[in-house]
């Protein structure tokens, strides 16, 4: 997810043009801040797999599954939709 800004017509009394930020599903070049991505999905989850880098650039991964083979499964199916 990428926040994308839409600028209103709207001006204020200074002269500057006011903008609200939006929500939108498409990709992006960008990179986006680890932690607005981890809030975006708060709550919306049934079971999750995160794996990323630590602050010393160290593979970190954590699972809400015990079952290794679960974690893999899950890995190979966001894998596949990564390569469509």
Excluded: N
Excluded at 22 to 46: E, F, M
Excluded at 48 to 68: E, L, M, R, T
Aim: glycine share 4%; net charge negative.
């Amino acid at each position: 997810m990428v926040e994308v800004i839409k600028v209103s017509e709207t001006y204020t009394g200074e002269g500057d043009t006011m903008a609200d930020i939006i929500q939108a599903h498409i990709d992006t070049v960008l990179d986006i801040p680890v932690d607005r991505v981890l809030d975006a999905v708060r709550g919306k989850l049934k079971t999750v797999v995160v794996i990323g880098c630590d602050q010393d650039d160290q593979p970190y991964y954590a699972s809400s599954f015990s079952d290794k083979a679960q974690i893999l499964w899950l890995l190979k199916c966001c894998e596949m939709e990564l390569m469509e």
